[in-house]
């Protein structure tokens, strides 16, 4: 009995196993962020357009907000713009904009010529900031509840898609549990 | 035999070139302390560069690697233990980011699965030892003398 079913039930076993390890819509890149739950780590730094003035998430605490992480280098945060205007238009919370790797100048032509959708862009001139955040690369968004925690992090470029299903219904219920 | 010697050759000029350390370490310059610089290398050494993903912080070149690399220097200059910088490295990028992850609840499938792949084959092999010796012999297909 076992001799015949053995095989068969190998077979299952390796087919789940592929299914989960060959699912194209699985990046495996991406990883789970052990931030999930925790204080947003503090972002101190200045605004891309202008270095004098200050760029602070602690400026934001009490609201739901979003860090989105981005360099003009990032050819997938060059697709995600159009996107970001988007959602910027709604104003359904403010976008913090983070500057990684980059250089000053170039982020600001890039603002300048393609529109800008963050309500504040910090510079990270050292990638101490990044490296707090555990970020690895760009673009990566970040949703940060009123209570100053992040709740989730989205690794790729953003799409109208992603912000309907994984991001409204988490900032509906942040704002839930936090009013 | 000419040939076969070009061929030794190129494998050992191969090994040779294997051998030759390739790594990204000392773009900051060495570390004074040659005790505090050999922490620094088997720290670097143990920390995936998440980049590359296959790669630790020490031999890849990418900017993250090289920001990695020097926030470990930074702690380990203002005296910081190990145990503390693997901590920060774990608390902002996960389990994931050590080669030598920590042996806890999520890590178990990862440190056990030799062990159950030894057993899985230990268990084969009993089989087919065990099945074997209860044939009879004249039902052996008697392929010669072994």
Not at chain 1, 133 to 162: H, N, Q
């Amino acid at each position: 009995m076992w001799k015949f079913l053995l095989p068969f039930v190998a077979f299952i076993a390796l087919a789940v196993l592929f299914a989960f390890g060959l699912n194209p819509k699985r990046d495996i890149h991406a990883l789970p962020s052990p931030l999930i739950g925790k204080p947003a780590p503090s972002i101190a730094l200045t605004d891309v357009m202008d270095s004098s003035r200050p760029v602070t998430n602690a400026a934001f605490k009490g609201q739901v907000y979003i860090v989105n992480v981005w360099g003009t280098w990032c050819e997938a945060c060059r697709q995600e713009h159009e996107a970001l205007l988007a959602i910027a238009q709604q104003r359904v919370v403010p976008i913090i904009g983070l500057v990684y790797m980059d250089e000053r100048d170039k982020a600001k032509q890039w603002l300048e010529q393609l529109g800008n959708p963050y309500t504040a862009v910090a510079f990270d001139t050292d990638g101490r900031t990044a490296i707090d955040w555990g970020v690895y690369g760009a673009p990566e968004t970040f949703l940060v509840d009123s209570g100053g925690r992040i709740i989730y992090k989205f690794i790729s470029p953003m799409t109208a898609e992603v912000w309907q299903h994984e991001f409204l219904p988490r900032i509906a219920a942040a704002r839930g549990a936090g009013a | 035999m000419t040939i076969r010697r070009v061929f030794v050759l190129m494998g050992l000029a191969l090994c040779l070139l294997g051998g030759v350390p390739t790594h990204a370490l000392d773009a900051n310059g060495q570390l004074e302390d040659p005790a505090l610089q050999a922490r620094f290398e088997r720290i670097a050494k143990d920390l995936r560069c998440l980049v590359c993903q296959n790669e630790s912080i020490a031999d890849s070149n990418v900017e993250l690697a090289s920001d990695l690399r020097r926030q470990v220097r930074d702690m380990l200059v203002a005296g910081k233990s190990d145990d503390a910088i693997f901590d920060f490295m774990t608390d902002r990028y996960g389990d994931f980011v050590r080669f030598n992850p920590p042996l806890k609840g999520k890590t178990l499938l990862i440190w056990g699965a030799p062990f159950i792949v030894l057993l899985l084959g230990v268990g084969i092999v009993f089989r087919i030892v065990r099945g074997r010796s209860r044939m009879p012999l004249d039902d052996e297909p008697s392929p010669g003398p072994l």
